[in-house]
């Protein structure tokens, strides 16, 4: 059996099992460990053959099935890059589906969310198998519309109407968008399969609009600004284990969807293409971890810092479209390949963080974080892997999410070797982007964790929450040992990705694993290279002195103090450092320019005996001055043609006459 023909039957029994779901969610209620459980053995088996092929370096494998689009069919095929995505996609649904069967039993509507979730999966993958514009776009839309179920999954609060209505707007026009850039890719003669694109070349203009039109179309399900708002709606929605597949698998989903067509089908990048994506890429990034800062609600927090990496991977593309262009092989293998494996590092260690905040979730009934804290004493376990998710997503080594944020920075520095001063201006300034949203993205999760898990109770939810269930602590506790693994041993991943990103660039770093002491060196030793491994004995070794040292040196005698108060004597959990209150110095800085923030304190007279209040007004100016306009200008337009269903016979014949009139006129002028 072909690698392709074993990823389609293993999503045709993901299909088979939503019906299913129904039948023993309506039977069973409580038999919702058994769908998870088959999902898991599934999705981990289709991992470790996407893995497995992509070692193997064999041919690319295709299947022509009689569907889709008379004299076409559907084409669905399996290489390098699709091997690659597949392998995140089905380890990401494996670690969600090995989570979900101890988190399933705190679902509220189970019957909402089993029959979608395997459907979700299996759209997932059969998007990066498709091979022609039909079935990928059939596909993608499939996709849309099983996460906006899964969103709406609880249906009941405002809230998770309004992130729906917004999501699947926003999914919507992103597949019209694809629909005219495969159009484009297609021309005159209809040619939807990918293998025909990839043999006709666009026209400079065509181009042009093709990164146009997928950077909105795809971009837009990534979450690049201003594509976003939507993001931190839906992502926060869903069930916890459906929020870590939709921000650290579904996005990557979209990722491959760029990659596909900018550097596989629509031939190769110009260099102002690359300087596109790579300013796009640096502002995103940007406006994500600062957005990220303002939140008090951890899972929103953490939607919004999947905006800041997504920015990160498309730095990470820009680089390598702009390398490309100027026959750079060496530099743009190291971008794209630092791009993919920062795909896949996001998908570890953002997986990771939403389990931990459903786990907080179901502990405490809530998501704010000036409601939590203290929590490490009551859930050790998971304290403990969410503070590696942070401490990955921080780019601290030495973690996985280090090792892909250096190498891009590593690209970074080979800019000064381009030609075009537009891109030798750009990048360093980028760079500047990519360093500001590291330091923000460790402060933001300082934050994250201290005032989650550290300090006293906040509330008596906090005071009273217990460790959560078995299941959910092993998935949390793998996800941490995959994010140190590599980290310690990044040669692993590297080399796995070398057959993509030859297939797309004919040009590959070299061979890592080779390197004696599991040394990492991208492009030559004399310049950089890091040891993960090297790096990790230095910190244990350290600290195992330092606490050495320490005992040693102090006195055995038992001494007791009062605690250090911040200048509060009152033991009251009012006195401690708030998520507001961390954030303030920070927003006082970025605030006015980026969210036109306003403080606002309301102190009551003397004598008054009224608390003071002090509130916080940000605004995210993509909604306000893009959608919010728009979707005004759609209103008031829907609202002036609404009297067209009123017409009589004769005007409608009149309209449809003038009609017929101008699409000859326009075809006249166009022939």
């Not at 743009?332 to 389990?355: C, E, G, R, Y």
């Not at 989650?452 to 269930?469: K, W, Y």
């Not at 102190?603 to 916080?616: L, N």
């Amino acid at each position: 059996m072909t690698p392709v023909d074993f990823s389609l039957l293993c999503n045709a029994a993901l299909l088979l099992l939503a019906p299913v779901a129904v039948a023993i969610a309506a039977a069973r209620p409580a038999a919702w460990r058994a769908i998870y459980l088959v999902s898991l053995v599934l999705t981990f088996t289709m991992a470790g053959s996407s893995i497995a092929f992509a070692l193997s370096g064999a041919p690319a494998s295709s299947e022509i099935f009689p569907l889709g689009i008379p004299w076409i069919g559907a084409h669905f095929r399996e290489d390098m890059l699709s091997a690659v995505f597949l392998a995140v996609v089905n380890l990401g649904a494996a670690g969600a589906s090995f989570y979900a069967i101890g988190y399933g039993k705190h679902e509220a509507a189970p019957g909402r969310v089993l029959p979608f979730y395997p459907l979700f999966i299996a759209a997932m993958n059969l998007v990066i198998l498709s091979d022609d514009a039909f079935s990928f776009l059939l596909s993608w839309e499939f996709m849309s519309l099983t996460s906006w179920a899964l969103v709406m999954a609880h249906h009941r609060s405002e809230t998770n109407r309004h992130a729906g209505y917004v999501y699947i707007v926003m999914a919507s026009f992103g597949t019209l968008a694809l629909l005219l850039a495969f159009g484009l890719l297609a021309g005159p003669e209809g040619n939807y399969a990918f293998e025909t694109m990839r043999g006709t070349a666009p026209a400079a203009a065509i181009g042009w609009l093709v990164l146009l039109l997928v950077l909105l179309g795809a971009g837009s399900k990534a979450g690049i600004v201003p594509l976003h708002v939507w993001l931190p709606l839906a992502h926060p929605a869903a069930p916890s284990h459906v929020s870590a597949l939709m921000s650290g698998v579904m996005t990557k989903v979209a990722i491959y969807a760029v990659i596909r067509i900018i550097f596989d089908l629509a031939g190769a990048p110009e260099w102002w293409h690359g300087m596109v994506v790579l300013v796009l890429g640096g502002i995103t990034a940007a406006i994500g971890v600062l957005h990220a800062l303002m939140e008090h609600d951890l899972k929103r927090l953490l939607a919004y810092h999947t905006i800041e990496n997504i920015g990160i991977i498309f730095i990470g593309l820009g680089l390598a479209m702009a390398f490309q262009a100027n026959g750079m092989g060496a530099a743009a293998a190291l971008s794209l390949t630092a791009a993919l494996f920062h795909v896949f590092n996001h998908s570890l260690f953002k997986s990771l963080l939403f389990f931990g905040s459903g786990a907080v979730l179901n502990a405490t009934g809530e998501r704010d974080m000036e409601h939590l804290g203290g929590l490490i004493h009551r859930m050790p376990q998971t304290a403990f892997a969410f503070l590696i998710g942070c401490a990955a997503i921080s780019a601290l080594p030495p973690l996985n999410g280090f090792v892909s944020e250096w190498m891009t920075f590593q690209a970074i520095l080979l800019s000064p070797s381009l030609p075009q001063w537009g891109l030798r201006l750009a990048v360093p300034a980028t760079g500047a982007l990519l360093a500001l949203s590291a330091a923000l993205a460790a402060a933001c999760f300082v934050k994250a964790f201290g005032v989650s898990f550290l300090g006293r109770a906040r509330s008596p939810a906090a005071a009273r929450a217990n460790e959560t269930d078995i299941w959910s602590r092993t998935a949390m506790l793998i996800w941490a040992g995959l994010c140190l693994l590599f980290g310690l041993f990044p040669a692993l991943a590297i080399d796995a990705l070398g057959p993509a990103v030859q297939s797309l660039l004919n040009s590959r770093l070299p061979a890592q694993a080779e390197i004696p002491w599991f040394l990492l060196v991208p492009i030559a030793g004399s310049r950089s290279s890091y040891d993960g491994l090297l790096v990790f004995m230095f910190i244990t070794a350290s600290v195992l002195l330092s606490v050495a040292v320490i005992h040693l040196l102090a006195s055995r005698a038992v001494r007791r103090g009062p605690i250090w108060d911040c200048g509060f004597p009152n033991p009251t959990p009012l006195a401690q450092y708030s998520a507001g209150s961390f954030a303030q110095p920070i927003r006082r800085v970025f605030g006015t320019l980026v969210f036109r923030a306003r403080e606002k304190v309301a102190m009551p007279p003397p004598g008054d005996m009224a608390p003071a209040h002090f509130d916080v007004d940000i605004h995210d100016l993509a909604w306000e001055k893009i959608y919010v306009p728009v979707a005004a200008g759609i209103e008031f337009t829907a609202g002036r043609l609404n009297g067209l269903q009123f017409l009589t016979i004769r005007r409608y014949l009149t309209l449809v006459f003038l009609a017929l009139v101008a699409l000859l006129l326009v075809l006249a002028i166009w022939t």
